[in-house]
T-cell receptor
Framework: GAGVSQSPSNKVTEKGKDVELRCDPI?????LYWYRQSLGQGLEFLIY????????KSGLPSDRFSAERTGGSVSTLTIQRTQQEDSAVYLC????????????FGSGTRLTVV | AQKITQTQPGMFVQEKEAVTLDCTYD???????LFWYKQPSSGEMIFLIY??????QNATEGRYSLNFQKARKSANLVISASQLGDSAMYFC????????????????FGTGTRLTIIP
Protein backbone atom coordinates (compact mmCIF):
# COMPACT_ATOMS: atom_id res chain seq x y z
CA GLY A 1 0.00 0.00 0.00
CA ALA A 2 0.89 3.66 -0.15
CA GLY A 3 1.41 4.04 3.58
CA VAL A 4 1.74 2.14 6.82
CA SER A 5 -1.60 0.68 7.79
CA GLN A 6 -2.56 -0.21 11.35
CA SER A 7 -5.63 -2.00 12.60
CA PRO A 8 -7.79 -1.63 14.49
CA SER A 9 -7.68 2.14 14.82
CA ASN A 10 -9.40 1.90 18.21
CA LYS A 11 -9.66 -0.99 20.63
CA VAL A 12 -11.45 -1.11 23.96
CA THR A 13 -10.81 -4.24 25.98
CA GLU A 14 -11.47 -5.51 29.46
CA LYS A 15 -8.64 -5.86 31.91
CA GLY A 16 -7.14 -9.33 31.71
CA LYS A 17 -8.05 -9.98 28.08
CA ASP A 18 -5.48 -10.48 25.32
CA VAL A 19 -5.27 -8.10 22.35
CA GLU A 20 -3.58 -8.22 18.97
CA LEU A 21 -2.55 -5.11 17.09
CA ARG A 22 -1.66 -5.32 13.42
CA CYS A 23 0.77 -3.34 11.30
CA ASP A 24 1.07 -3.56 7.52
CA PRO A 25 4.24 -1.68 6.47
CA ILE A 26 5.08 -0.07 3.18
CA UNK A 27 5.95 -2.70 0.60
CA UNK A 28 9.72 -3.20 0.40
CA UNK A 29 10.49 -1.63 3.75
CA UNK A 30 12.72 -4.09 5.56
CA UNK A 31 12.74 -2.39 8.95
CA LEU A 32 9.67 -2.19 11.17
CA TYR A 33 9.32 -0.51 14.57
CA TRP A 34 6.69 -0.50 17.28
CA TYR A 35 6.34 2.48 19.61
CA ARG A 36 3.95 3.30 22.42
CA GLN A 37 2.66 6.79 23.19
CA SER A 38 0.95 7.30 26.51
CA LEU A 39 -1.28 10.34 27.00
CA GLY A 40 0.75 13.54 26.91
CA GLN A 41 4.02 11.67 26.53
CA GLY A 42 6.60 11.15 23.84
CA LEU A 43 7.08 7.93 21.97
CA GLU A 44 8.53 4.94 23.79
CA PHE A 45 10.40 2.36 21.71
CA LEU A 46 9.12 -1.20 22.04
CA ILE A 47 10.68 -3.46 19.41
CA TYR A 48 12.51 -3.40 16.09
CA UNK A 49 12.31 -5.93 13.23
CA UNK A 50 14.75 -6.38 10.38
CA UNK A 51 13.00 -8.74 8.02
CA UNK A 52 11.37 -11.37 10.21
CA UNK A 53 13.90 -11.26 13.01
CA UNK A 54 13.78 -8.94 16.03
CA UNK A 55 17.34 -7.98 16.95
CA UNK A 56 16.16 -5.37 19.45
CA LYS A 57 13.36 -6.19 21.87
CA SER A 58 14.76 -4.01 24.60
CA GLY A 59 11.72 -1.78 24.87
CA LEU A 60 9.10 -4.42 25.58
CA PRO A 61 7.87 -3.50 29.08
CA SER A 62 7.10 -7.02 30.30
CA ASP A 63 6.77 -10.62 29.17
CA ARG A 64 3.07 -9.94 28.54
CA PHE A 65 4.18 -8.13 25.39
CA SER A 66 5.31 -10.02 22.30
CA ALA A 67 5.52 -9.34 18.60
CA GLU A 68 6.13 -11.24 15.43
CA ARG A 69 6.60 -10.45 11.79
CA THR A 70 5.90 -12.85 8.97
CA GLY A 71 7.02 -12.81 5.35
CA GLY A 72 9.06 -9.70 6.03
CA SER A 73 5.82 -7.79 5.95
CA VAL A 74 2.89 -7.75 8.37
CA SER A 75 3.65 -7.53 12.08
CA THR A 76 1.43 -8.32 15.05
CA LEU A 77 1.94 -6.93 18.54
CA THR A 78 0.25 -9.06 21.19
CA ILE A 79 -0.47 -7.95 24.72
CA GLN A 80 -1.57 -10.71 27.07
CA ARG A 81 -3.60 -10.19 30.23
CA THR A 82 -3.98 -6.48 29.55
CA GLN A 83 -3.67 -4.01 32.40
CA GLN A 84 -4.97 -0.45 32.65
CA GLU A 85 -1.45 0.92 32.35
CA ASP A 86 -1.28 -0.62 28.87
CA SER A 87 -3.76 2.00 27.68
CA ALA A 88 -1.93 4.08 25.07
CA VAL A 89 -1.59 4.68 21.36
CA TYR A 90 0.55 2.03 19.71
CA LEU A 91 2.36 3.31 16.65
CA CYS A 92 4.06 1.29 13.97
CA UNK A 93 6.67 2.64 11.56
CA UNK A 94 8.64 1.21 8.68
CA UNK A 95 11.72 2.28 6.79
CA UNK A 96 14.12 1.17 4.10
CA UNK A 97 17.45 0.78 5.92
CA UNK A 98 19.13 3.99 7.04
CA UNK A 99 16.79 6.48 5.48
CA UNK A 100 17.61 10.08 6.22
CA UNK A 101 13.95 10.88 6.02
CA UNK A 102 13.29 8.74 9.04
CA UNK A 103 10.43 6.36 9.14
CA UNK A 104 6.92 6.40 7.80
CA PHE A 105 4.48 6.06 10.66
CA GLY A 106 1.02 4.60 10.68
CA SER A 107 -1.90 6.37 12.32
CA GLY A 108 -1.73 4.12 15.36
CA THR A 109 -4.06 1.96 17.39
CA ARG A 110 -5.61 3.60 20.42
CA LEU A 111 -5.91 0.93 23.09
CA THR A 112 -8.13 1.49 26.10
CA VAL A 113 -8.17 -1.09 28.88
CA VAL A 114 -11.23 -0.79 31.13
CA ALA B 1 22.11 6.19 26.51
CA GLN B 2 20.50 8.94 24.51
CA LYS B 3 18.21 11.59 25.91
CA ILE B 4 16.13 14.32 24.28
CA THR B 5 14.82 17.27 26.28
CA GLN B 6 12.06 19.58 25.10
CA THR B 7 11.44 22.20 27.77
CA GLN B 8 8.43 23.92 26.22
CA PRO B 9 5.28 21.89 26.87
CA GLY B 10 3.15 24.46 25.03
CA MET B 11 3.54 27.55 22.89
CA PHE B 12 1.13 30.10 21.45
CA VAL B 13 2.26 32.05 18.40
CA GLN B 14 0.53 34.64 16.24
CA GLU B 15 -0.08 33.58 12.66
CA LYS B 16 2.67 34.63 10.20
CA GLU B 17 5.25 35.00 12.94
CA ALA B 18 8.34 32.80 13.12
CA VAL B 19 8.57 30.28 15.94
CA THR B 20 11.48 28.40 17.49
CA LEU B 21 10.91 25.08 19.23
CA ASP B 22 13.73 24.10 21.58
CA CYS B 23 15.45 20.74 21.70
CA THR B 24 18.56 19.70 23.56
CA TYR B 25 20.07 16.25 23.49
CA ASP B 26 22.57 14.14 25.29
CA UNK B 27 24.53 11.29 23.80
CA UNK B 28 27.96 9.72 23.96
CA UNK B 29 27.73 8.51 20.38
CA UNK B 30 30.17 10.20 17.99
CA UNK B 31 27.79 9.87 15.07
CA UNK B 32 24.08 10.54 15.33
CA UNK B 33 21.10 11.98 13.53
CA LEU B 34 18.49 14.45 14.71
CA PHE B 35 14.89 14.57 13.54
CA TRP B 36 11.79 16.66 13.98
CA TYR B 37 8.31 15.20 13.61
CA LYS B 38 4.91 16.86 13.59
CA GLN B 39 1.89 15.13 15.09
CA PRO B 40 -1.45 16.78 14.27
CA SER B 41 -4.61 15.88 16.11
CA SER B 42 -5.15 12.99 13.69
CA GLY B 43 -2.28 11.22 15.46
CA GLU B 44 -0.01 10.41 12.54
CA MET B 45 3.67 11.29 12.88
CA ILE B 46 4.89 13.41 9.97
CA PHE B 47 8.62 13.70 9.26
CA LEU B 48 9.76 17.32 8.91
CA ILE B 49 13.54 17.57 8.84
CA TYR B 50 16.78 15.66 9.45
CA UNK B 51 20.25 16.79 10.54
CA UNK B 52 23.30 14.54 10.62
CA UNK B 53 25.86 15.21 13.33
CA UNK B 54 28.62 15.63 10.77
CA UNK B 55 26.64 17.86 8.44
CA UNK B 56 28.41 21.20 8.09
CA GLN B 57 25.31 23.19 7.25
CA ASN B 58 22.01 23.50 9.02
CA ALA B 59 19.24 21.54 7.38
CA THR B 60 16.36 23.35 5.70
CA GLU B 61 13.10 22.05 4.24
CA GLY B 62 10.78 24.74 2.95
CA ARG B 63 9.56 26.78 5.93
CA TYR B 64 11.41 24.49 8.35
CA SER B 65 15.02 24.90 9.36
CA LEU B 66 17.05 23.22 12.04
CA ASN B 67 19.35 25.42 14.10
CA PHE B 68 22.05 22.87 14.94
CA GLN B 69 24.59 23.91 17.57
CA LYS B 70 26.72 20.85 18.17
CA ALA B 71 28.84 22.22 20.98
CA ARG B 72 25.70 23.19 22.90
CA LYS B 73 23.97 19.92 21.95
CA SER B 74 20.93 21.75 20.71
CA ALA B 75 18.79 21.18 17.62
CA ASN B 76 16.06 23.78 17.62
CA LEU B 77 13.36 23.78 14.96
CA VAL B 78 12.53 27.11 13.35
CA ILE B 79 9.25 27.53 11.48
CA SER B 80 9.08 30.68 9.41
CA ALA B 81 5.82 32.48 8.59
CA SER B 82 3.66 30.23 10.75
CA GLN B 83 0.27 29.08 9.47
CA LEU B 84 -2.86 27.85 11.21
CA GLY B 85 -2.12 24.37 9.91
CA ASP B 86 1.11 24.33 11.89
CA SER B 87 -0.87 23.83 15.10
CA ALA B 88 0.20 20.39 16.33
CA MET B 89 2.53 18.52 18.67
CA TYR B 90 6.18 18.66 17.63
CA PHE B 91 8.68 16.01 18.65
CA CYS B 92 12.44 16.12 18.51
CA UNK B 93 14.17 12.75 18.14
CA UNK B 94 17.61 11.29 17.66
CA UNK B 95 19.24 8.05 16.63
CA UNK B 96 22.67 6.47 16.85
CA UNK B 97 24.38 6.33 13.47
CA UNK B 98 27.41 4.25 14.30
CA UNK B 99 28.31 1.86 11.53
CA UNK B 100 28.37 -0.97 14.05
CA UNK B 101 24.70 -0.36 14.77
CA UNK B 102 23.74 -0.03 11.13
CA UNK B 103 20.33 -1.41 10.46
CA UNK B 104 18.68 -0.43 13.74
CA UNK B 105 17.51 3.10 13.28
CA UNK B 106 15.71 3.20 16.60
CA UNK B 107 14.71 6.75 17.50
CA UNK B 108 14.67 8.28 20.97
CA PHE B 109 11.97 10.94 21.32
CA GLY B 110 11.45 13.95 23.53
CA THR B 111 8.16 14.64 25.28
CA GLY B 112 7.07 17.14 22.67
CA THR B 113 5.87 20.74 22.41
CA ARG B 114 2.27 21.59 21.65
CA LEU B 115 2.24 24.53 19.25
CA THR B 116 -0.92 26.59 18.79
CA ILE B 117 -1.08 29.20 16.06
CA ILE B 118 -3.42 32.09 16.83
CA PRO B 119 -5.25 33.77 13.93
Amino acid sequence: GAGVSQSPSNKVTEKGKDVELRCDPISGHTALYWYRQSLGQGLEFLIYFQGNSAPDKSGLPSDRFSAERTGGSVSTLTIQRTQQEDSAVYLCASSYLAANYGYTFGSGTRLTVV
Amino acid sequence: AQKITQTQPGMFVQEKEAVTLDCTYDTSDPSYGLFWYKQPSSGEMIFLIYQGSYDQQNATEGRYSLNFQKARKSANLVISASQLGDSAMYFCAMRDELISNFGNEKLTFGTGTRLTIIP
